[in-house]
């Protein structure tokens, strides 16, 4: 079955090569700056925890660090692909197979 625009739908064809490319650096910029705000968001976390706990054990240390880290991390990544896919023109291509329309 074709689509409208002429290529498989299961093999889609690329989108724009030059809107991707920006859409995949503004990705990796967002990432880097994430990456920073995770890093003190843990930070904050562990201070908070050190306030309002006294002495911490250190296995509870590292493990809410790195809890706080990747958590903040993972939230980060996947709304930033939402927005990469969005920004690259592939949400685009999408075609709903059961649309009456388009058949």
Do not use: C
Not at 60 to 68: D, Q
């Amino acid at each position: 079955m074709k689509a409208m625009t002429g290529h498989d739908i299961d093999n889609p064809a690329p989108a724009n090569p030059g809107i991707s490319s920006f859409a995949l650096a503004r990705y990796k910029r967002l990432m880097k700056w994430m990456g920073a705000a995770s890093f003190a968001t843990a930070a904050i976390g562990l201070l908070i925890m050190k306030i309002v706990l006294g002495t911490v054990p250190i296995h509870m240390a590292i493990a809410t660090t790195l809890g706080v880290f990747f958590t903040v991390l993972l939230a980060a990544t996947l709304m930033g692909l939402v927005f990469l896919s969005s920004g690259s023109g592939h949400d685009e291509d999408v075609r709903d197979r059961f649309d009456e329309d388009h058949q």
